[in-house]
Protein backbone atom coordinates (compact mmCIF):
# COMPACT_ATOMS: atom_id res chain seq x y z
CA UNK A 1 0.00 0.00 0.00
CA UNK A 2 2.74 3.12 -0.90
CA UNK A 3 2.94 6.82 -2.28
CA UNK A 4 5.22 7.98 -4.83
CA UNK A 5 7.23 11.04 -4.48
CA UNK A 6 5.00 14.55 -5.18
CA UNK A 7 5.66 15.18 -8.96
CA UNK A 8 3.86 16.79 -11.90
CA UNK A 9 1.96 15.20 -13.78
CA UNK A 10 3.57 13.26 -16.90
CA UNK A 11 3.06 11.66 -20.15
CA UNK A 12 4.89 9.02 -22.57
CA UNK A 13 4.15 7.51 -25.60
CA UNK A 14 5.68 3.67 -26.16
CA UNK A 15 4.96 3.15 -29.83
CA UNK A 16 5.55 -0.54 -31.48
CA UNK A 17 8.61 0.85 -32.96
CA UNK A 18 10.22 3.16 -30.09
CA UNK A 19 11.72 1.79 -27.49
CA UNK A 20 11.63 2.93 -23.68
CA UNK A 21 12.91 5.92 -22.11
CA UNK A 22 15.11 4.65 -19.41
CA UNK A 23 13.82 4.66 -16.06
CA UNK A 24 16.74 6.33 -13.34
CA UNK A 25 16.86 4.47 -10.63
CA UNK A 26 15.93 6.42 -7.12
CA UNK A 27 15.43 5.18 -3.27
CA UNK A 28 12.03 4.40 -3.21
CA UNK A 29 10.62 5.74 0.77
CA UNK A 30 6.71 5.81 0.01
CA UNK A 31 4.16 5.91 2.68
CA UNK A 32 -0.88 1.92 0.54
CA UNK A 33 -2.04 1.56 -0.68
CA UNK A 34 -1.93 0.85 1.26
CA UNK A 35 -0.15 5.75 -1.58
CA UNK A 36 -0.74 2.42 -0.75
CA UNK A 37 1.00 5.18 0.28
CA UNK A 38 -0.74 4.07 -2.36
CA UNK A 39 -2.20 1.32 0.18
CA UNK A 40 -2.60 0.18 -2.70
CA UNK A 41 0.49 0.32 -5.12
CA UNK A 42 3.23 0.26 -2.70
CA UNK A 43 1.62 1.96 0.60
CA UNK A 44 -1.62 3.82 1.26
CA UNK A 45 -1.99 7.72 1.56
CA UNK A 46 -4.22 10.74 1.64
CA UNK A 47 -6.52 11.36 -0.85
CA UNK A 48 -9.52 13.52 -1.93
CA UNK A 49 -13.02 11.91 -0.81
CA UNK A 50 -15.19 12.25 -3.70
CA UNK A 51 -19.17 11.75 -3.39
CA UNK A 52 -20.21 8.98 -4.69
CA UNK A 53 -23.40 11.43 -6.25
CA UNK A 54 -20.31 13.17 -7.76
CA UNK A 55 -19.18 10.12 -8.96
CA UNK A 56 -22.16 8.54 -10.46
CA UNK A 57 -22.93 12.01 -12.25
CA UNK A 58 -19.92 11.87 -14.11
CA UNK A 59 -19.53 8.63 -15.59
CA UNK A 60 -23.41 7.40 -16.03
CA UNK A 61 -23.53 8.77 -19.26
CA UNK A 62 -20.00 7.97 -20.60
CA UNK A 63 -21.20 4.83 -21.99
CA UNK A 64 -24.56 5.76 -22.89
CA UNK A 65 -23.06 9.24 -25.22
CA UNK A 66 -20.20 6.47 -26.48
CA UNK A 67 -16.60 8.16 -26.63
CA UNK A 68 -16.83 12.15 -27.15
CA UNK A 69 -13.62 12.53 -29.45
CA UNK A 70 -12.54 10.13 -32.51
CA UNK A 71 -9.64 8.22 -31.76
CA UNK A 72 -6.48 6.97 -33.18
CA UNK A 73 -7.40 2.93 -33.55
CA UNK A 74 -3.66 2.21 -32.67
CA UNK A 75 -3.06 4.64 -29.96
CA UNK A 76 -4.37 3.63 -26.08
CA UNK A 77 -3.89 5.41 -22.87
CA UNK A 78 -3.19 4.07 -19.16
CA UNK A 79 -3.04 6.33 -16.56
CA UNK A 80 -1.55 5.23 -13.58
CA UNK A 81 0.15 7.08 -10.30
CA UNK A 82 3.73 5.87 -11.40
CA UNK A 83 4.82 9.20 -11.06
CA UNK A 84 7.96 8.08 -9.37
CA UNK A 85 10.94 7.91 -11.72
CA UNK A 86 11.54 3.90 -11.05
CA UNK A 87 7.79 3.00 -11.43
CA UNK A 88 7.95 5.01 -14.29
CA UNK A 89 10.54 3.51 -16.46
CA UNK A 90 9.38 -0.06 -15.07
CA UNK A 91 6.15 0.64 -16.45
CA UNK A 92 7.48 1.88 -19.54
CA UNK A 93 9.32 -0.97 -20.06
CA UNK A 94 6.10 -2.84 -19.56
CA UNK A 95 4.16 -0.79 -21.80
CA UNK A 96 7.04 -1.18 -24.75
CA UNK A 97 6.82 -4.78 -24.61
CA UNK A 98 2.89 -5.02 -24.39
CA UNK A 99 2.77 -2.72 -27.14
CA UNK A 100 4.88 -4.46 -29.55
CA UNK A 101 3.13 -7.23 -28.65
CA UNK A 102 -0.25 -6.27 -29.38
CA UNK A 103 1.29 -4.15 -32.50
CA UNK A 104 -0.25 -0.49 -31.48
CA UNK A 105 0.73 2.37 -29.29
CA UNK A 106 0.50 2.45 -25.46
CA UNK A 107 0.87 6.49 -24.09
CA UNK A 108 1.65 6.13 -20.30
CA UNK A 109 0.28 8.95 -18.40
CA UNK A 110 0.82 9.06 -14.96
CA UNK A 111 -0.28 11.55 -11.90
CA UNK A 112 -0.02 11.49 -7.83
CA UNK A 113 -1.99 8.45 -6.60
CA UNK A 114 -3.87 11.24 -4.75
CA UNK A 115 -5.38 12.76 -8.13
CA UNK A 116 -5.55 9.22 -9.84
CA UNK A 117 -9.90 8.85 -9.13
CA UNK A 118 -10.47 13.27 -9.61
CA UNK A 119 -7.63 12.85 -13.36
CA UNK A 120 -10.23 9.83 -14.06
CA UNK A 121 -13.96 11.75 -13.44
CA UNK A 122 -12.09 14.85 -15.00
CA UNK A 123 -11.70 12.72 -17.99
CA UNK A 124 -15.51 11.05 -17.58
CA UNK A 125 -16.68 14.32 -17.84
CA UNK A 126 -14.94 15.02 -21.07
CA UNK A 127 -15.64 11.83 -22.43
CA UNK A 128 -11.65 11.53 -22.98
CA UNK A 129 -11.53 8.55 -21.04
CA UNK A 130 -7.92 6.46 -21.05
CA UNK A 131 -8.41 3.19 -22.15
CA UNK A 132 -6.93 1.36 -18.87
CA UNK A 133 -6.88 2.71 -15.20
CA UNK A 134 -4.69 1.29 -12.42
CA UNK A 135 -6.40 2.47 -9.45
CA UNK A 136 -5.47 1.80 -5.69
CA UNK A 137 -7.77 -1.19 -4.80
CA UNK A 138 -9.83 0.72 -2.41
CA UNK A 139 -10.89 3.03 -4.92
CA UNK A 140 -12.17 0.84 -7.74
CA UNK A 141 -15.72 0.00 -5.63
CA UNK A 142 -16.32 3.75 -6.04
CA UNK A 143 -15.87 3.74 -9.67
CA UNK A 144 -17.50 0.55 -10.14
CA UNK A 145 -20.42 1.28 -8.47
CA UNK A 146 -21.35 4.13 -10.65
CA UNK A 147 -21.20 1.84 -13.81
CA UNK A 148 -17.83 3.25 -15.15
CA UNK A 149 -15.71 -0.27 -15.03
CA UNK A 150 -16.19 -3.28 -17.26
CA UNK A 151 -16.16 -7.03 -16.30
CA UNK A 152 -12.66 -7.99 -17.01
CA UNK A 153 -14.10 -11.58 -17.30
CA UNK A 154 -15.84 -10.55 -20.38
CA UNK A 155 -13.02 -9.15 -22.21
CA UNK A 156 -11.43 -12.48 -21.76
CA UNK A 157 -9.64 -12.61 -18.97
CA UNK A 158 -9.04 -15.91 -16.51
CA UNK A 159 -8.51 -15.73 -12.61
CA UNK A 160 -6.95 -19.63 -13.03
CA UNK A 161 -4.27 -19.85 -11.26
CA UNK A 162 -5.01 -16.27 -8.58
CA UNK A 163 -5.89 -16.75 -5.23
CA UNK A 164 -9.44 -16.48 -3.89
CA UNK A 165 -8.30 -13.30 -1.65
CA UNK A 166 -6.45 -11.54 -4.34
CA UNK A 167 -9.69 -12.18 -6.89
CA UNK A 168 -11.60 -9.98 -4.40
CA UNK A 169 -8.95 -7.54 -4.33
CA UNK A 170 -9.59 -6.19 -7.36
CA UNK A 171 -13.84 -7.44 -7.67
CA UNK A 172 -16.88 -5.69 -6.45
CA UNK A 173 -19.66 -7.57 -5.70
CA UNK A 174 -18.56 -10.56 -6.89
CA UNK A 175 -17.88 -8.98 -10.62
CA UNK A 176 -13.67 -9.02 -11.69
CA UNK A 177 -13.32 -5.48 -12.11
CA UNK A 178 -9.41 -5.41 -11.60
CA UNK A 179 -6.51 -7.69 -12.44
CA UNK A 180 -3.61 -7.01 -10.19
CA UNK A 181 -0.18 -7.84 -11.37
CA UNK A 182 1.39 -7.92 -7.44
CA UNK A 183 0.25 -7.40 -4.13
CA UNK A 184 1.50 -6.36 -0.86
CA UNK A 185 1.18 -6.41 2.69
CA UNK A 186 2.28 -5.48 5.79
CA UNK A 187 4.82 -7.51 8.04
CA UNK A 188 6.95 -7.51 10.87
CA UNK A 189 10.66 -6.31 10.67
CA UNK A 190 13.27 -6.56 12.82
CA UNK A 191 17.16 -5.66 13.50
CA UNK A 192 18.08 -8.84 13.71
CA UNK A 193 21.64 -7.21 15.55
CA UNK A 194 19.76 -6.01 18.25
CA UNK A 195 17.65 -9.22 18.62
CA UNK A 196 20.28 -11.01 18.49
CA UNK A 197 22.73 -8.96 21.12
CA UNK A 198 19.94 -8.83 23.96
CA UNK A 199 19.52 -12.66 23.44
CA UNK A 200 16.00 -12.60 22.25
CA UNK A 201 13.72 -14.27 19.63
CA UNK A 202 11.25 -12.83 17.33
CA UNK A 203 7.98 -13.02 18.59
CA UNK A 204 5.24 -14.41 17.32
CA UNK A 205 1.89 -13.44 19.54
CA UNK A 206 0.68 -10.21 21.27
CA UNK A 207 2.56 -10.79 24.49
CA UNK A 208 5.94 -11.85 23.13
CA UNK A 209 6.16 -8.57 21.59
CA UNK A 210 4.98 -6.78 23.95
CA UNK A 211 7.21 -7.70 26.24
CA UNK A 212 9.97 -7.64 23.71
CA UNK A 213 9.35 -3.95 23.02
CA UNK A 214 9.62 -2.83 26.43
CA UNK A 215 13.53 -5.12 26.55
CA UNK A 216 14.58 -3.61 23.53
CA UNK A 217 13.05 0.00 24.55
CA UNK A 218 16.30 1.76 26.04
CA UNK A 219 17.59 5.22 25.52
CA UNK A 220 16.69 6.78 22.05
CA UNK A 221 16.03 3.24 21.00
CA UNK A 222 12.20 2.58 21.16
CA UNK A 223 10.98 -1.36 20.82
CA UNK A 224 8.74 -1.13 18.23
CA UNK A 225 7.38 1.78 15.54
CA UNK A 226 4.66 1.63 13.73
CA UNK A 227 2.03 4.00 11.65
CA UNK A 228 -0.93 5.13 13.69
CA UNK A 229 -1.57 8.66 11.91
CA UNK A 230 -5.09 10.47 10.85
CA UNK A 231 -4.42 9.57 7.21
CA UNK A 232 -4.60 5.59 5.63
CA UNK A 233 -1.20 4.68 6.48
CA UNK A 234 -2.75 4.55 10.34
CA UNK A 235 -5.67 2.57 9.33
CA UNK A 236 -3.73 0.18 6.89
CA UNK A 237 -1.40 -0.69 9.78
CA UNK A 238 -4.71 -0.83 12.32
CA UNK A 239 -6.20 -3.60 10.18
CA UNK A 240 -3.80 -6.60 11.07
CA UNK A 241 -4.60 -6.34 14.62
CA UNK A 242 -8.05 -5.58 14.37
CA UNK A 243 -8.64 -8.74 12.15
CA UNK A 244 -6.42 -11.25 13.63
CA UNK A 245 -8.01 -10.23 17.20
CA UNK A 246 -11.56 -11.23 15.62
CA UNK A 247 -12.22 -7.58 14.45
CA UNK A 248 -14.45 -6.57 11.19
CA UNK A 249 -15.03 -3.12 10.30
CA UNK A 250 -18.59 -3.64 9.93
CA UNK A 251 -18.91 -3.57 13.92
CA UNK A 252 -16.52 -0.97 14.89
CA UNK A 253 -17.36 -0.40 18.30
CA UNK A 254 -16.77 -4.46 19.27
CA UNK A 255 -14.85 -5.69 21.92
CA UNK A 256 -12.41 -7.31 19.33
CA UNK A 257 -11.75 -4.38 17.71
CA UNK A 258 -11.46 -2.20 21.29
CA UNK A 259 -9.06 -5.06 22.25
CA UNK A 260 -6.92 -4.27 19.36
CA UNK A 261 -6.83 -0.18 20.16
CA UNK A 262 -6.09 -1.35 23.40
CA UNK A 263 -2.72 -2.84 22.41
CA UNK A 264 -1.88 -0.06 21.03
CA UNK A 265 -2.23 1.88 23.36
CA UNK A 266 -0.83 -0.85 26.50
CA UNK A 267 2.71 -0.47 23.91
CA UNK A 268 2.88 3.49 24.31
CA UNK A 269 2.17 3.02 28.14
CA UNK A 270 4.84 0.85 27.88
CA UNK A 271 7.18 3.64 26.29
CA UNK A 272 7.88 0.67 23.96
CA UNK A 273 6.28 3.11 21.53
CA UNK A 274 6.84 6.37 20.73
CA UNK A 275 4.36 9.21 21.43
CA UNK A 276 5.20 10.54 17.68
CA UNK A 277 3.53 7.60 16.05
CA UNK A 278 0.00 9.62 16.02
CA UNK A 279 2.31 11.90 13.43
CA UNK A 280 4.20 9.69 11.61
CA UNK A 281 3.41 8.14 8.31
CA UNK A 282 4.63 4.41 6.99
CA UNK A 283 7.90 6.36 5.22
CA UNK A 284 8.68 7.95 9.21
CA UNK A 285 8.47 4.71 10.34
CA UNK A 286 10.84 3.47 8.07
CA UNK A 287 13.42 6.21 8.72
CA UNK A 288 13.31 5.70 12.53
CA UNK A 289 13.56 2.03 12.23
CA UNK A 290 16.75 2.73 9.43
CA UNK A 291 18.15 5.56 11.97
CA UNK A 292 18.81 2.96 14.29
CA UNK A 293 16.09 4.60 16.65
CA UNK A 294 13.56 1.35 16.71
CA UNK A 295 14.28 -2.27 16.67
CA UNK A 296 11.24 -3.62 15.04
CA UNK A 297 8.96 -1.84 12.97
CA UNK A 298 5.66 -2.46 11.09
CA UNK A 299 5.70 -2.03 7.54
CA UNK A 300 5.64 -3.10 3.90
CA UNK A 301 7.74 -4.52 0.82
CA UNK A 302 7.87 -0.89 -0.50
CA UNK A 303 10.67 -0.22 2.06
CA UNK A 304 12.99 -2.93 0.73
CA UNK A 305 14.52 -0.94 -1.39
CA UNK A 306 15.88 1.66 0.90
CA UNK A 307 16.42 -0.49 3.85
CA UNK A 308 18.92 -2.49 1.58
CA UNK A 309 20.70 0.73 0.47
CA UNK A 310 22.03 0.60 3.86
CA UNK A 311 24.41 -2.16 3.66
CA UNK A 312 25.08 -2.07 7.85
CA UNK A 313 21.68 -2.82 8.27
CA UNK A 314 20.89 -6.18 9.08
CA UNK A 315 17.51 -6.46 9.02
CA UNK A 316 14.73 -10.20 9.22
CA UNK A 317 10.85 -10.24 8.13
CA UNK A 318 8.55 -11.80 9.80
CA UNK A 319 4.92 -12.42 10.08
CA UNK A 320 2.93 -10.14 12.59
CA UNK A 321 2.31 -11.29 16.11
CA UNK A 322 -1.03 -12.80 16.63
CA UNK A 323 -3.20 -12.38 19.89
CA UNK A 324 -2.49 -16.05 21.09
CA UNK A 325 -0.60 -18.93 19.42
CA UNK A 326 -2.65 -20.73 16.95
CA UNK A 327 -4.24 -17.64 15.68
CA UNK A 328 -3.48 -16.57 11.79
CA UNK A 329 -2.56 -13.48 11.48
CA UNK A 330 -4.60 -11.70 8.85
CA UNK A 331 -2.53 -8.43 7.29
CA UNK A 332 -4.19 -5.74 4.54
CA UNK A 333 -3.74 -6.80 0.87
CA UNK A 334 -2.10 -3.53 -0.57
CA UNK A 335 -2.45 -2.81 -4.64
CA UNK A 336 -3.07 -1.24 -7.42
CA UNK A 337 -5.29 -2.95 -9.77
CA UNK A 338 -5.66 -2.39 -13.63
CA UNK A 339 -9.30 -1.64 -15.06
CA UNK A 340 -11.27 -1.07 -18.24
CA UNK A 341 -13.29 2.03 -17.92
CA UNK A 342 -16.73 1.52 -19.88
CA UNK A 343 -16.75 3.88 -22.75
CA UNK A 344 -19.09 2.14 -25.08
CA UNK A 345 -16.67 1.47 -27.52
CA UNK A 346 -16.81 -2.47 -26.58
CA UNK A 347 -13.76 -2.54 -30.11
CA UNK A 348 -11.17 -0.32 -27.70
CA UNK A 349 -12.44 -1.78 -24.35
CA UNK A 350 -11.71 -5.47 -26.17
CA UNK A 351 -7.66 -4.36 -26.99
CA UNK A 352 -7.98 -2.55 -23.48
CA UNK A 353 -8.32 -6.10 -22.14
CA UNK A 354 -5.65 -7.81 -24.14
CA UNK A 355 -3.07 -4.69 -22.56
CA UNK A 356 -4.06 -6.15 -19.08
CA UNK A 357 -3.91 -9.43 -20.51
CA UNK A 358 -0.12 -8.67 -21.31
CA UNK A 359 1.06 -6.56 -18.33
CA UNK A 360 -0.11 -9.23 -15.67
CA UNK A 361 1.01 -11.97 -17.33
CA UNK A 362 2.71 -14.17 -15.34
CA UNK A 363 6.53 -13.24 -16.64
CA UNK A 364 5.47 -9.42 -16.41
CA UNK A 365 4.51 -9.89 -13.05
CA UNK A 366 7.99 -11.94 -12.14
CA UNK A 367 9.47 -8.48 -13.57
CA UNK A 368 7.55 -6.08 -11.93
CA UNK A 369 8.16 -8.14 -8.60
CA UNK A 370 11.68 -8.42 -8.81
CA UNK A 371 11.64 -4.83 -9.40
CA UNK A 372 9.37 -3.65 -6.20
CA UNK A 373 9.64 -6.31 -3.91
CA UNK A 374 5.87 -6.69 -4.16
CA UNK A 375 4.65 -10.32 -4.19
CA UNK A 376 3.24 -11.43 -7.77
CA UNK A 377 -0.50 -12.08 -7.99
CA UNK A 378 -0.35 -15.29 -9.68
CA UNK A 379 0.50 -18.11 -7.67
CA UNK A 380 2.77 -20.09 -10.51
CA UNK A 381 4.72 -16.95 -10.95
CA UNK A 382 4.81 -16.16 -6.85
CA UNK A 383 6.15 -19.91 -6.93
CA UNK A 384 9.03 -18.68 -9.24
CA UNK A 385 9.42 -15.40 -7.02
CA UNK A 386 9.81 -17.03 -3.69
CA UNK A 387 12.48 -19.08 -4.79
CA UNK A 388 14.20 -16.10 -6.26
CA UNK A 389 13.77 -13.66 -2.39
CA UNK A 390 13.47 -16.78 0.37
CA UNK A 391 14.29 -13.88 2.65
CA UNK A 392 11.11 -12.53 1.98
CA UNK A 393 9.49 -16.11 2.32
CA UNK A 394 7.38 -14.66 4.92
CA UNK A 395 6.02 -11.74 3.22
CA UNK A 396 4.50 -14.17 0.87
CA UNK A 397 3.47 -16.34 3.60
CA UNK A 398 1.46 -12.89 5.06
CA UNK A 399 -0.24 -12.36 1.58
CA UNK A 400 -1.79 -15.98 1.48
CA UNK A 401 -3.92 -14.86 4.65
CA UNK A 402 -4.21 -11.37 3.95
CA UNK A 403 -7.61 -9.71 2.40
CA UNK A 404 -8.94 -6.84 0.91
CA UNK A 405 -10.27 -3.81 2.99
CA UNK A 406 -13.62 -2.98 0.87
CA UNK A 407 -14.69 -6.94 0.38
CA UNK A 408 -17.14 -6.33 3.09
CA UNK A 409 -17.75 -2.48 2.83
CA UNK A 410 -17.49 -1.50 -0.75
CA UNK A 411 -17.18 2.24 -1.44
CA UNK A 412 -18.21 2.33 1.96
CA UNK A 413 -14.52 1.96 3.11
CA UNK A 414 -13.84 5.85 2.92
CA UNK A 415 -16.47 6.26 5.60
CA UNK A 416 -14.63 3.14 7.72
CA UNK A 417 -11.55 4.76 7.08
CA UNK A 418 -12.08 8.17 8.20
CA UNK A 419 -13.73 6.91 11.35
CA UNK A 420 -10.80 4.62 12.34
CA UNK A 421 -8.60 7.66 11.91
CA UNK A 422 -10.51 10.03 14.02
CA UNK A 423 -10.88 7.45 17.11
CA UNK A 424 -6.86 6.84 16.87
CA UNK A 425 -6.18 10.27 17.27
CA UNK A 426 -8.52 10.21 20.28
CA UNK A 427 -7.43 7.10 21.73
CA UNK A 428 -4.17 6.94 21.65
CA UNK A 429 -4.11 10.62 23.15
CA UNK A 430 -5.95 9.64 26.16
CA UNK A 431 -9.61 9.13 25.41
CA UNK A 432 -10.97 5.54 26.00
CA UNK A 433 -10.75 2.83 23.17
CA UNK A 434 -14.20 1.84 23.61
CA UNK A 435 -15.51 5.71 23.46
CA UNK A 436 -13.92 6.55 20.50
CA UNK A 437 -14.68 3.60 18.62
CA UNK A 438 -18.90 3.80 19.60
CA UNK A 439 -18.24 7.23 18.25
CA UNK A 440 -16.19 5.73 14.68
CA UNK A 441 -19.03 3.29 14.41
CA UNK A 442 -21.64 5.93 14.59
CA UNK A 443 -19.75 8.33 11.58
CA UNK A 444 -19.45 5.02 9.92
CA UNK A 445 -22.54 4.42 9.71
CA UNK A 446 -24.07 7.89 8.42
CA UNK A 447 -21.40 7.77 6.34
CA UNK A 448 -20.02 11.55 7.42
Known amino acids: MSENKPRAERTQTFRRDQPPLPGKATTVTAAPSANVTRAGHRSTGRRAVVPFGVVTALVAGVALAGCGQQRDGHVFTVLNSSTDDSYHGWDADTLSRCGKQLGITIEQQSVPAAQVMTKSLRMASSKSLPDVIQFDASEMPTFAEAGGLVDLRTLGLSTEDVPRGIVDFGSYRGTYYGAARTVNTLALFYRKDILDKAGLQVPTTWAEMKETAKKLTQGKQY ?51 SKSTVNWTQADVNDQFMAGNAAMMINGPWQVETLNSKKSLHWGIAQIPVPKTGDKSVGPLGGAILTVPNTGDTAREKTAGQIIQCMSSEKEQITYARNSWMVPANEKAAASWRKEVPELDALADQVATARSRTTKVGAGWSSVSLALQSAFQSALTGQDSAAALKKAQARATSGN
Open 223 to 273: GIALSAGGAEDGVFQFTPFMWSNGGDETELDSKNVAGALDYWKGLLKDGSL
